[in-house]
């Protein structure tokens, strides 16, 4: 998808989401998505074997099986499909743009 065709889609929104440069957070201190990011990232945590297990598992199954990212839509929330996608497409531009 090209940036002109995101920027229609964020509407008047799209200079403010795209052009954004955040100087609260070093973007060192990020991970990027990967497939072993519970090995990478929370096996030194404080959390029991059984939650390291159930977040891989989480991780490993879907269509975004083994690719870092988790897609949970919302059950019960007054999030409709439409803001959920919006927010993980915006999601993505700015992990793209890190």
């Known amino acids: 998808m090209s940036i002109t ?3 229609q889609l964020l ?3 799209a200079s403010y989401l795209l052009d954004h440069k955040c100087n609260t957070i ?3 201190t990020l991970h990027l998505p990967s497939n072993n990011t519970i090995e990478n990232i929370w096996i030194n945590s404080n959390r029991n074997n059984q939650a390291l297990r159930s977040m891989q598992q989480i991780f490993s199954t879907g269509r975004l099986a083994n690719s870092g ?3 949970i839509l919302p ?3 007054e999030s409709s499909i439409v803001e959920v996608l ?3 497409l915006i ?3 700015l992990i793209l743009r890190i």
């Open 5 to 7: 065709k995101i920027s």
């Open 86 to 88: 919006h927010l993980r």
């Open 11 to 13: 509407g008047d929104k």
């Open 26 to 28: 070093d973007k060192s």
């Open 91 to 93: 999601l993505s531009i």
């Open 69 to 71: 990212y988790v897609s």
């Open 75 to 77: 059950v019960d929330q």
